[in-house]
């Protein structure tokens, strides 16, 4: 499913708990624990000339007979990483929550008050997802999480979290065709990204059809409420384009 999503942010260097009772307050709702893993893919040079399997997928089983030439996420000439993620919150067990397979888009160039850009996504929700993305010509480059708390606020998704990165021998695998899942480290075991303990607030929006200029305004006009709600709070700002250019840089 293709959406657009519309995004400000916040680095917040300390007062993280007093942050997490005053969204809570303004969501009317208690901080729900979330944890997002995170696996890239990037394409390999030689790309399976055919595809002849089966793959259980939303919506239901289908059989997959296609000649690719290229990757999926090729388009115009520029070549996406693709992602699969996997959400647990509250005191579900990762291990068993489904995985999404995720496109992100580089976002507008458009100058706004928000950074949007576009956002492909399908849920695995049955077989091997890891050789699914790998008969698409991808194989595993590296993993991280998003380790955190999120709100609803209206539309808007809150999600006030840390990056974490694994231990080493959690890559060990990187760049090898007939990659398996690899094995979840404790939570105890990732290093954070900011050694200075710092989080990130993130407002997402998603809008449904980014081609509606109307249903864009409304989400932008939802993103500039929440930041100037949590003006003196936090400085909710654009997220910097190029930081989120998932395109492979070639070599």
Not at 2 to 8: D, P
Not at 37 to 51: G, K, M, N, Y
Request: aromatic share 6%; glycine share 8%.
């Amino acid at each position: 499913m293709g959406v657009s999503e519309l995004l400000l942010s916040a680095i917040v260097p300390d007062r993280h708990d007093q942050l997490l009772r005053i969204l809570a307050g303004v969501s009317a709702m208690p901080p729900t624990p979330t944890t997002e893993r995170h696996l890239i893919f990037a394409p390999v040079r030689e790309i399976p000339a055919r595809i002849n399997e089966r793959y259980n997928h939303v919506g239901g089983t289908q059989d997959v007979t296609a000649v690719r030439r290229r990757p999926l996420g090729t388009e115009n000439g520029d070549i996406w990483y693709v992602q699969l993620v996997q959400t647990a919150e509250g005191e579900e067990e990762g291990s068993t929550c489904p995985w999404e397979m995720v496109i992100y888009d580089l976002p507008d160039a458009v100058k706004r008050p928000v950074t949007a850009r576009g956002v492909d996504r399908m849920l695995l929700s049955e077989g091997d997802a890891v050789r699914h993305v790998e008969s698409l010509g991808y194989r595993y480059k590296c993993q991280y999480m998003l380790h955190g708390h999120r709100f609803v606020y209206n539309n808007l998704l809150l999600f006030l979290h840390r990056i974490l990165l694994p231990p080493d021998a959690a890559n060990s695998n990187e760049g090898q065709l007939g990659f398996r899942e690899p094995p979840l480290p404790r939570i105890e075991d990732f290093m954070a990204l900011d050694a200075s303990g710092a989080h990130i607030l993130l407002s997402s929006c998603y809008v449904a059809d980014g081609n509606k200029p109307e249903l864009i305004a409304r989400g932008v006009k939802e993103q500039m409420a929440f930041k100037e709600l949590m003006k003196g709070i936090v400085d909710m700002l654009p997220v910097e384009r190029l930081a989120l250019d998932t395109r492979v840089k070639p070599v």
